[in-house]
């Protein structure tokens, strides 16, 4: 297809304090052997997308690691490919990316001399299933300046504040944009995905430098809604927004309902691809009991499994019970340890006999590499 | 174009039949046979190699081979894609004068050469396509060195009542080899060859060029070329193996070899100084279900288990519907077993999908032999069940 990829790792970690501690919101584990990046970067090869710019701020340590050369994603590529673009200090460019437009400013030079003729503009907090190539053909029965792709959905005040709303008129045309609201009722929820023309994207640049905008949905989108023609493609499939740590939660319990499991990884457009681990199926010893869960390859479980999701190379030791809860990869849980509404980060160990409850409004996170 | 040197070539036997799999292996020759809920038998010897830093790796091909050829790719799943070396996989092919199939393991060997010869290595390995076992190659390629050997061979100890299954070789205090016969009435020693040998490439050529000659060869390595190498008087040794070694030439010992992987003591997979590596699809985690029942099994990614699994290996993709129950058997990649199903001891080859309410295979309890489903079978009723 004839669009380039331009995927932002980290524009909302300030909102995913304790997941996004140590990593950008791209590289966050989800759903068992995935990290959120997967979605993003799957949705876009599969809608035939094969150059894509990662635009990435800090903490882009393990988001390197997981992409690598991009080859999983079948991203290893003389033509295209995947190419990380952390922040590049220059004469007139100094310190991290102060936001989405920022960074596209200082891409420019890369997006000037792609010859791809549409952009597309993603992040990675939102977990949904779309073909690009629908988009764009939208994007060119409207003539739209920029495409922003949207889901109606209920918010409330504590969710709002992360999210751009759009109201748009009977074509479909933006009328106003709201950005980081606090309010609460159903709205047409952007998805922070935006389609553009290149040479489009390419002027818009222009003019914001000119004019010092700072703040791409702002200065750009809002700002600016009746002078360009800004046009909403609707999203009508599952989508989840992860931009706190309840959310982040909540959303990895929808995947033990089958229907969300297979309208995520199973869906015509094709499969969410990750970082292959070459981990052996995993194990069931005698004692184990498991229901209702979602299990990578690489577990040996010999305790009892609830309602939870484990991800690769997890160990359950014997009698113990994990109920309601996520452990990331390598995590260890001790025999008759007891574990319930838990979210444990990576290489956590649980020692044996412990005890720890966490509520489903409120899980108990605990952090990378902790013992407890 | 110059071929960087390589000190060792690996060249691995994959172009026979397997007969003795019978259905298995109708379609897709035997180091392709799916095993252990994510692998191929292939996995095991190509794993080897990356992790002993062979990168080198011809494959010789000649049975079914379109399934191996298409999961073998560029090799990039075993880091085999490699700027030097890599791996090829080795058809018979035309060329002037005779041209032929290969005829047996060493004519196979004595048809590729120039393949060999283009890399001018010290020492050629043979390994075989369908053995489950991890092996660190390097050392049984320092003992060959060590002892300036023309040829090591592999060697396991077995039971004696299984010796005749083997090549049986003899060998004195220095580990030199005195004696091999292949498959004996009556073995002398426990000493299996595992089909595992190290050669100087330069003794090998010569010996496989004299076996070429000899109208009555069988051009069998076992048969044929080690028994002439010793009788010339060269030196050959042998290398003790320890460890988990199961060739699955048969039914019984796939199913079997499958079955070891279970429990807490099993020949473990799950081992990150050996990882064994594989091609496949890209699939979420398993799900089990809110009245699944699991002991004693092992699942691979993609699978939906809803019913009762024991004793068994649930390969990836594969469907389990609720009140099913399968026990002692093998289901294989994307098999769908619907509800009220009973599978006993039964290997269920990929893609089989079986009706609501059946039963396949007897107990293993009752002394009964392994069921075996053919791949892509769809069965309705028992009148289907072939």
Known sequence: ?372 | MKFAKKECVAMLLAGGQGSRLGALTAKIAKPSVPFGGKYRIIDFALSNCTNSGIDTIGVLTQYQPLILNSYIGDGKSWDLDRMHGGIQILPPYQRVGDSEWYLGTANSIYQNIDFIDQYRPEYVLILSGDHIYKMDYSLMIDYHKKMDADCTISVIDVPLKEASRFGILSSDESGRITDFEEKPKRPKSTQASMGIYVFKWNKLKKYLEIDDKNPDSSNDFGKDLIPLMLRSGEKLYAYKFEGYWKDVGTIESLWQANMDLLGENGFELSDENWIIYSRHAEKPPHYTGRDAIIKNSIVSEGAVILGTVENSVIFSGVTIEENALVKDSVIMADVVISKGCVINYSIIDEMVKIGPGLKIGKPKEEGSEITVIPRESVINNMGGLV
């Open chain 1, 1 to 372: 297809m004839n669009a380039l990829g331009i995927i932002f790792s980290d524009m909302q970690d300030w909102s995913m304090t304790e997941l996004a501690a140590h990593r950008s919101v791209a590289a966050i584990p989800f759903g068992g052997r995935y990290r959120l990046i997967d979605f993003p970067l799957s949705n876009m090869v599969n809608s035939g997308i094969n150059k894509i710019y990662l635009i990435t701020s800090s903490k882009y340590r393990s988001l390197m690691e997981h992409v690598g050369s991009g080859k999983d994603w079948d991203l290893s590529r003389k033509k295209g490919g995947i190419l990380l673009i952390p922040p590049y200090s220059s004469s007139e460019n100094h310190g991290l990316y102060h936001g989405r437009l920022d960074a596209l400013k200082r891409v420019l030079d890369y997006i000037t001399s792609s010859k791809e003729k549409y952009v597309i503009l993603s992040d990675t907090d939102m977990i949904y299933e779309i073909n690009y190539q629908d988009v764009i053909s939208y994007h060119d029965e409207k003539n739209s300046d920029i495409t922003a792709v949207y889901t109606k959905t209920n918010i409330n005040k504590s969710t709002s504040v992360h999210k751009i709303l759009y109201e748009f008129d009977q074509e479909g045309r933006a009328v106003d944009i709201l950005v980081y609201p606090i309010t609460n009722g159903t709205y047409n929820v952007g998805l922070n995905t935006w389609v553009m023309n290149k040479d489009f994207l390419e002027s818009l640049l222009y003019d914001a430098i000119a004019r010092n905008y700072k703040d791409f949905s702002y200065n750009v989108l809002s700002a600016r809604v009746h002078s360009l023609r800004i046009y909403g493609y609707e999203y009508t499939g599952f989508f989840a927004h992860i931009d706190s740590l309840q959310s982040y939660y909540e959303t990895s319990m929808k995947l033990l309902n089958k229907d969300v499991l297979q309208s995520i990884f199973y869906s015509k457009t094709g499969p969410i691809y990750t970082k292959t681990k070459d981990s052996a199926p995993t194990k069931y010893c005698s004692g184990a009991l498991v229901k209702n869960s979602l299990i990578a390859n690489g577990c040996i479980i010999e305790g009892t499994v609830e309602n939870s999701i484990l991800f690769r190379d997890v160990r359950i030791g014997k009698n113990a019970v994990v109920k309601n809860s996520i452990i990331m990869q390598h995590g260890r849980i001790g025999d008759n340890a007891k574990l319930d509404s838990v979210i444990t980060d990576t290489y956590t160990f649980v020692n044996k006999d412990r005890v720890l409850l966490g509520y489903s409004s409120c899980p108990f996170f605990i952090k990378k590499n902790s013992v407890v």
